[in-house]
């Protein structure tokens, strides 16, 4: 039985531990020669660093809750809306939990025995007091309340987008499982298995971490403002920012030979890196440096 075999049955078979089957997904990205692969692989098996933006499989949706009491009337496990905790803290996604734990961690039979899962809260529960709950009340305990079947999704998410690329592999190349059907790989396979990995994965506008030394595709077709407007909206763009490239742009309809920008569109591309510097920008610099180039480069038409 060839690897992607294997990798497809793994996917199929829920006894077989999700970490199991990524580890081969590890030896094949290795054989594909393809980084974003091999980052992903490396990120669900280890969890991923603060520093990397998160699929959105493991953005998690959380439900407020509140104990507390005054001396006269104590309160278990009230619900809090959600719309209020984020106006009390300023922190617009507070109710989602950025889970960035190992995939290995995650213990589905045990999840399912539980009624929910708590994520203490405790060190935002001075936002409350008078905005969300009377000041009369000490708050005894705060916290984000999930289903366990949230969790377990992120192993089912793992599970079916493997297969789907492995589906999506053997579809481009029938002979794939074959003795050296996918090696040596060269420039063209790198750059399939690339778009690939984007449109069954991490979906074709994701990127997963730096993303070095491979080929993001993003669609941009030539001069069409608007393929460039939609996929800066979908990467967390301010407005201003997009009115600004706009504009730039306009001033700037062409590019040199040597792809390099015209001073005002380059000026904005410093301008956004230094965004992604600071946290004005969610998305590292490295990231956000590649993702600007492509998308430029796609709407002046050079590859």
């Known amino acids: 039985m060839g690897l992607l075999a294997e990798i497809q049955n793994d996917a199929l078979n829920d006894a077989t531990p999700v970490a199991t089957m990524l580890r081969k997904v590890l030896v094949l990205a290795s054989y594909l020669d393809s980084d974003v692969l091999e980052e992903w692989v490396t990120h669900e098996l280890n969890g991923y660093p603060s520093t990397v933006d998160l699929p959105s499989y493991r953005l998690l949706q959380m439900n407020f809750k509140v104990s507390g009491g005054n001396g006269f009337q104590n309160i278990e496990g009230a619900p809090l809306s959600s719309r209020s905790v984020i106006h009390a803290t300023k922190i617009k996604d507070i109710d989602v939990l950025k889970f960035r734990e190992a995939i290995g961690t995650i213990d589905p039979e045990t999840l399912k025995a539980s009624e929910y899962i708590s994520v203490n809260l405790m060190n935002y529960a001075h936002f409350l007091y008078e905005k969300v709950i009377e000041p009369s009340y000490a708050v005894h305990n705060f916290w984000g309340a999930l289903a366990p079947h949230q969790i377990i999704g992120v192993v ?16 481009t190349y029938p002979i794939a499982d074959e003795v050296n059907g996918l090696t040596p790989p ?4 790198t750059k399939a298995v690339t778009n690939i990995y984007y449109n ?12 070095n030394n491979s080929t993001v595709n993003f669609v941009v077709n030539q001069g069409s403002i608007n393929d460039l407007r939609q996929q800066l909206i979908q990467h967390r763009v301010d407005e201003a920012d ?3 490239l706009e504009a730039a742009l306009a001033a700037e309809p062409t590019i040199e030979a040597d792809k390099r920008f015209g001073p005002r569109v380059a000026a904005w591309m410093g301008k956004m890196v230094g965004k992604a510097a600071s946290g004005a920008w969610d998305v590292s610099v490295n990231v956000g440096s590649t993702l600007l180039s492509t998308l430029l480069l ?6």
């Open 156 to 171: 089912e998410a793992v599970r079916n987008r493997v297969l789907e690329f492995v589906l999506a592999l053997r579809k």
């Open 186 to 189: 060269n420039p063209e396979m």
């Open 200 to 211: 069954t994965i991490h979906g074709n506008v994701g990127v997963a971490g730096e993303a």
């Open 242 to 244: 997009i009115i600004d």
């Open 298 to 303: 796609g709407y002046y038409g050079i590859d």
